[in-house]
């Protein structure tokens, strides 16, 4: 929350800047848009979409609620690299099995150009301070102000700082890219788990949609022609297509994204054991790479890819307790929360989603490759347990 309020709080700046407001208003948005829409006059609404099973529900209702006072809905889709129409399957048919996804998807599609930042109007005097005032108001309630205090880490363990901020995910890919040139080595640091640059970090912006995964792939673009051209860089674009695939997964399951057996319908562990899931959550299982992990998440809202895989395969197939007690609390937790892709990871990892191999982490064997020399477990205080 308090990272899209920063990002919110950067729009504002922006549209202030073309002499135009933005209003900040809070409430369900079948209610909220049409009321907005109705007070300043206009006629045309856009959107991005959002097609998970409560987002889409919502957006329908909004559209409803619009099109009864002669309003229309415009939905601009930039939320996935490849578009959803360009998709050499219909979503009911999405593979079961990312890699034939990817073939398909890489034989047919290519990434679309990015859509054209509209032009700004400057808005008259009157309602500028009518969007400063209201908005200025939304924002400073108590628990918007609090959450825009929480998200400021003062954790000295942390490695990485995020600021919701557009220009702050900008400059992220401009140093990441062409500072460090970190995005050539990316196959080789990706499993890392301490440090700011073993993987590129722009997935909480990506997730708010101040960055759209379409200029991240143009940027890939970029710098293989005026750089290098490697299996990393190809690497940053293949983890990219996985993001997409989840959410056309989530778009294709709906509600079986958010079921315990999951799309394949198996039967999962599903044990209820509070004591064991609070241990986890508060990073105290007595399981050193574990507990590393979980002490990171609640202390930064980050975590590497290795180290996610690892706690929820813990979570879910070591101690064989709900899957989704799981993947909510890394909804909660997360500053980079995408619901395909947290729920899908969540069921593949658990075994009842699109795994064909269906593996159980060995955590042991895992901290012993990845943290060879212990640094991340000593790091979060977990070198014995502690
Ligand atoms: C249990 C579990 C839950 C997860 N929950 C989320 C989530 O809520 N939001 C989220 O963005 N990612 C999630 N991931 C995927 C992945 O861990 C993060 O995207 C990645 O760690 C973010 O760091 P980065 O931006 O440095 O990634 P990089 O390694 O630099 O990858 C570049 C981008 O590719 C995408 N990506 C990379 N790996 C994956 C993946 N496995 N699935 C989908 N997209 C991927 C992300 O958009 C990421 O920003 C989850 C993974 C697991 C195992």
């Known amino acids: 929350m308090g990272h899209l309020l920063q990002a919110i709080e950067e729009l504002r700046e922006t549209w202030r800047s073309h002499g135009s407001a933005l209003f900040v208003v809070r409430g ?18 856009h959107t991005a979409p959002c097609l998970a099973f409560d987002e889409r529900r919502e957006n329908e209702m909004t559209e409803r609620a619009l099109a009864a006072a002669g309003v229309k809905l415009l939905v601009h889709d930039e939320t996935t690299m490849i578009a959803v129409d360009d998709l050499p399957f219909a979503i009911d048919h999405l593979p079961e099995v990312f890699s ?11 990434v679309r150009a990015l ?25 400073a309630t108590a628990d918007l102000m609090e ?26 890919m401009q140093r990441w890219f062409w500072e460090t040139d970190c995005i050539a080595r990316y196959k080789q640091t990706r499993d890392g788990l301490v440090g700011a640059d073993f993987s590129s970090r722009l997935s909480s912006w990506l997730a708010l949609g101040t960055l759209s995964p379409r200029e991240v792939a143009a940027e890939i673009r970029r710098y293989e022609a005026e750089r290098v051209a490697n299996d990393s860089t190809y690497w940053l674009f293949f983890e990219l297509l996985w993001r997409d695939y989840f959410h056309f997964w989530v778009r294709r399951w709906q509600g079986r994204a958010f079921k315990a057996s999951g799309v394949l319908g198996r039967t999962p562990c599903g044990a209820q054991d509070r004591e064991a899931f609070l241990r986890w959550c508060e990073g105290r299982t007595g ?19 290795r180290a996610r895989q690892n706690v929820a395969s813990w979570l879910a197939r070591s101690e064989g307790i709900d899957w989704r007690w799981g993947a909510a609390w890394f909804e909660s937790q997360l500053i980079d929360f995408d619901v395909g892709p947290n729920w899908g990871n969540w069921q593949y990892v658990a075994g009842v989603g699109n795994d064909p191999r269906n593996r159980i982490f060995d955590v042991r064997a895992q901290a012993q490759r990845y943290d060879e020399d212990g640094a991340y477990r000593a790091r979060w205080g977990a070198a014995t347990g502690a």
């Open 28 to 45: 369900d948005p079948w209610e909220c848009v049409p009321a907005l829409a109705a007070q300043l006059g206009v006629r045309q609404v």
């Open 100 to 110: 034939n996804f990817r073939r398909l998807v890489e034989k047919s599609c290519r």
């Open 147 to 172: 959450a825009r205090e929480a998200v400021v880490i003062t954790d000295p363990r942390a490695s990485f700082t995020v600021h919701g901020g557009r220009s702050h995910g900008l400059a992220r």
């Open 115 to 139: 859509l054209a930042v509209p032009a700004l109007a400057s808005l008259a005097e009157g309602l500028r301070a009518e969007a400063e005032a209201s908005s200025n108001a939304t924002m």
């Open 287 to 305: 399981e050193p790479f574990i507990d590393a992990s979980m002490r990171e998440l609640a202390a930064t809202g980050q975590l590497s890819n």
